[in-house]
């Protein structure tokens, strides 16, 4: 499988972004697909995670209520909506398919896609 993310960019805090994920290949049905970032200077951390179905997600505290994950496999498209953004939301994100195991380790991950920037300033 693989990704690419886009949709990145600079908005100011309170505004909205929404990142989009394309995989190639037939098989992108069959993977949980997850959202991570790395923030300046920082660690990569989870961000939010979906099943291979759509029918379950999963979100870091950080980003509940304010982010939204979705899939359409039809598209081989995951989606990342992100609302009332913050300053401290401010990394590179990126999207990556799970190996089956849990949603929020990123060693769970055998596929990564570039990256997308999103800056937020106050």
């Known amino acids: 499988v693989q990704l690419q993310a886009s949709g990145g960019g600079l908005v100011q805090a309170g505004g909205s972004l929404r990142l989009s994920c394309a995989a190639s290949?037939?098989?992108?049905?069959?993977?949980?697909m997850g959202w991570f970032r790395q923030p300046p200077g920082s660690e990569r951390e989870f961000v939010a995670a979906?099943?291979?179905?759509?029918?379950?997600?999963y979100y870091a505290d950080s980003v509940k209520g304010r982010f939204t994950i979705s899939r359409d496999n039809a598209k081989n498209t995951v989606y990342l909506q992100m609302n009332s953004l913050k300053p401290e939301d401010t990394a590179v994100y990126y999207c990556?398919?799970?190996?089956?195991?849990?949603?929020?380790?990123?060693?769970?991950?055998?596929?990564w896609g570039p990256g997308t920037e999103v800056t937020v300033s106050s």
């Open positions: 979906i099943s291979s179905s759509g029918g379950s997600t």
């Open positions: 290949g037939r098989t992108f049905s069959r993977y949980a």
């Open positions: 990556a398919a799970n190996g089956g195991s849990s949603v929020y380790y990123i060693s769970n991950y055998y596929y």
